[in-house]
């Protein structure tokens, strides 16, 4: 599912052109006024938009892709993997004290990866798909070589001797992992306030929450601090945290993605996701983590279709692109409840694929409402057994007890939040 029910300012967001067609590609990504004292105090949708005369300068048969972007930016030597890394970098040490959405950046590896990066192409061997590209992992996901603590401090310092299948994927497509994204304990939140270590602001507006519980993930990509960000979806973390943010999320069919790695909530409900700056993108990394995995027994063995192949640029679009495409509107999700904002921004939705095309009816859900209670009912009793793991015996940091009980029991109450026990 992609977020699309969002604010217009996500719209102007896509109005700036990928690097690939700027002189100075750079630059362009990272306008001046963000490297300034004045960093995100003018939120995106207020930063002046480039001379038509520096956007395109090249055929614009590929939709816009940071991804493709820094690809070609590889491949044609106009920027070095070094560079490229360095300049995201630079960005993350200027935002992050602000936003706090990453929990560790891993600066030394990162630099490694991308000279690796850059002696490959000075060997002209093939590139993978996310060559050069810097990955955020929401901070439940395993990585071998940094920090996975799931939020919470029953796992302060804990590093896994292995990669999540969804990292590990990435990283053979050529993807550089810069760091861990901050989240909410466990994934049980919505605002990633519910964090054991700092609460991330929205890139937006930084009064503000960036929703949750891949709060981190989201806020990273919206600020410009790596490419694109893996999150995790329960019940919404990635969606709703995306449309925060004003960037794309996908929550994938649940098997699609292998769960292996992935520090357990509900795992009936569990599912990694993709977070970029625009379909293309959150599509390519998509593509890259999917597949059957022997060590997740429930993983789809369904072959994966190549996301990427009907991504149709907009100049070849005609003036009803979604002509023949028929789309429902749920009533139940409209009535009494319902912020009247939030009713506002769903009609305007609805409209504007009206515009595009579509054919949009209303429909009937008599048991919508009966959703929330059963997912809190699963979630609960699904989180309720995977965290009892953690009692500083099989997992989780110990607290010192004269008797096994005191253990269990002291172990969870120091490090444990009131939501996750």
Known sequence: ?????????????????????????????????????????????????????????????????QILSIRHSLISRQLSAVEIAESYLTRIRLTNPRIRSFLHVSEESVLKEAEETDR????????????????????????????????????????????ATAVRRARKCGGIVVGKTNLDEFGMGS????SAFQVTA???????????????????????????????????????????????????????????????YASSLDVIGCFGSSVADAGILLHAISGHDRLDATSSKQEVSDFTSQFTSTNFFESKPLKGL????????????????????????????????????EVSLPSFS??????YILASSESSSNLSRYDGIRYGNRVAADELGFLYGDSRATDLAMRSK
């Open 370 to 375: 009966l959703g929330l209670p059963a997912y």
């Open 120 to 163: 490959k192409i000075q060997r002209n061997e093939e590139l993978g798909p996310l060559a050069g590209v810097l990955i955020g992992v929401k901070d439940n996901i395993c990585t071998v070589d940094m920090p996975s603590t799931a939020g919470s401090r029953i796992l302060e310092g804990y590093r896994p001797p292995f990669d």
């Open 202 to 264: 929205n890139p937006w507006d930084e009064s503000r929450v960036p929703g949750g519980s891949s709060g981190g993930s989201a806020a990273a990509v919206s600020a410009r601090q790596c490419v694109v960000s893996l999150g995790t979806d329960t019940g919404g973390s990635v969606r709703q945290p995306a449309s925060f943010c004003g960037v794309v999320g996908l929550k994938p069919t649940h098997g699609r993605v292998s769960r292996y790695g992935l520090v357990a």
């Open 326 to 361: 028929k789309v429902g509107v749920i009533r139940e999700t409209l009535e009494d409840g319902v912020d009247r904002t939030v009713v506002s921004s769903i009609r305007a939705a609805v409209s504007h694929l009206e515009e595009l095309g579509c054919s949009v009816a």
């Open 1 to 65: 599912m992609i977020s699309t029910v969002q604010h217009q300012r996500v719209l102007l967001l896509q109005r700036h052109p990928c690097f690939l067609f700027h002189p100075n590609p750079l630059s362009h990504l990272f306008p001046k006024s963000l490297h300034t004292s004045e960093t995100l105090t003018q939120p995106p949708h207020e930063r002046p938009p480039s001379s038509p005369s520096s956007t395109i300068v090249s055929s614009s048969s590929l939709p816009t892709s």
């Open 191 to 194: 605002t990633t306030e519910g």
